[in-house]
């Protein structure tokens, strides 16, 4: 032992929201994190992080852009841990709750604080946070990175075990459904959702221009009330582009695709059998500390894109989100920001159910709101 190092970080962010025929004081996703490193023999060094939400407003009634930020109703919930070792030669290894190596191929589009990416395969099962698949804030999972020249790259697995019913049925509960698929109940099914697998890589092609590419994979096995098995593979690959530093001045672009399967949900919880996801954003810092911007998003899964039989699935049903967001943050200084930020809706959500319809359309509303982050 030679060395320790410990850090505080995150941020208080506060922000008023008009959208869905509602004004509201809302929290941006505010979050505390310690960071601890320690040096240890031979280059090694011991690391861990741990970081949890904080809600200083309360929840909110409305769901606008993730999910699972707004329904938090305690002052502290869990966003990540985890805790590795680390070589300049030999890389980095971690384990615990983490940003997934997905993260690194589409993070450069997730820079519009209110209404971020939901196109990228990141907050996935309805603007979640990505811990079941592993591509946002992956539970369980280990990891590792390195840097070979010009290239970084990071691999990963989620080692876990996850088992949970459904029930094609309206209002029920899962002791009930369970209860269903016990009893033999074709419409209800027990789904397995265990080990995911992923990899990531980045190339550096200058000190401004870098390209991205990945892939994430995991397989549901379905098993129905009658015995009859299914496995589905949960599957999303893409790449990325980046130009400049969202934090330098001048100007900053970035984009990425990708083809996904089995891997979201739409509005109202239902798997997508396949979808293209797109997302762009665009800024210019300017001298005086103003960052105008301009996002695009599109998650298009096209009609008939449920992949399992359900109570409220047509194959005439369309989910397409797409939006734009434009707005400006202000720099007052490096730790201090004002914003304001518009979003138009674009997307296509058809059904002949029109009060499905109506759920599938409410999230993805106009909006517009202003706020303060400070951080710590």
């Known amino acids: 032992l030679t060395d320790r190092h410990y850090a505080i970080g995150g941020y208080i ?10 004004n509201e004081v809302v929290n941006g996703a505010s979050r505390i994190n310690f960071d601890f490193k320690r040096q240890l023999k031979n ?20 769901v606008y852009n993730n999910r699972f930020e707004s329904i938090q109703d305690e002052f502290l919930y869990n966003r990540l841990g985890y805790a590795g070792l680390k070589h300049d030669k030999y890389g980095q290894i971690t384990i615990g709750k983490q940003w997934g190596a997905w993260f690194d191929v589409v993070y450069a589009t997730n820079y519009s604080y209110v209404w971020d990416g939901n196109a990228a395969g990141v907050y996935t099962y309805n603007k979640d946070d990505g811990a079941v698949n592993g591509t946002g804030r992956g539970d369980k999972t280990l990891q590792y990175r390195n840097s070979y020249g010009d290239f970084d790259f990071s691999v990963q697995t989620q080692l876990k075990n996850s088992a949970f019913y459904t029930c094609d049925v309206t209002d029920i509960t899962e002791s009930q459904c369970q209860a269903n698929f016990e009893s033999g109940d074709t419409a209800a099914q027990q789904v397995e959702f265990n ?3 992923g ?17 994430n994979r995991g397989e549901f096995e379905l098993t129905y009330g009658d015995g009859t098995t ?9 790449a990325g582009v980046i130009w400049g ?16 399967e089995n891997h979201d949900t739409d509005n109202i919880g239902r798997l997508i059998e396949d979808a293209i996801g797109i997302e762009t954003f665009v800024s210019y810092l300017f001298e005086n500390d103003f960052r105008p911007f301009i996002a695009y998003n599109l998650f298009d899964a096209g009609d008939d894109y449920v992949i399992q039989p359900n109570f409220n699935a047509d194959p005439n049903d369309v989910f397409k989100r797409q939006f734009a ?9 490096e730790n201090t920001q004002l914003y304001v930020e518009a979003r138009k809706d674009f997307g296509d959500f058809e059904s002949d159910n029109k009060q499905q319809q109506a759920q599938m359309e409410q999230s993805e509303d106009d909006g517009i709101a202003f706020g303060f982050r400070y951080v710590l």
């Open 325 to 333: 967001v434009i707005g400006v943050h202000y720099l007052i200084d």
């Open 245 to 260: 530093n969202i934090d330098a001045p001048g100007l900053y672009v970035a984009a990425n695709i990708n083809k996904n």
């Open 195 to 197: 080990y995911t697998f």
């Open 13 to 22: 962010d506060a922000r008023v929201i008009n959208t869905q025929g509602q």
């Open 43 to 62: 280059g090694w060094e011991a690391l861990t992080k741990i970081e949890w939400g904080v809600n200083p407003v309360g929840s909110s009634d409305i």
């Open 199 to 215: 990899g990531a890589v980045t190339y550096n092609v200058t000190d401004k221009l870098k390209l991205t590419a990945g892939i």
């Open 230 to 238: 299914r496995s589905v593979d949960d599957l999303i690959y893409g």
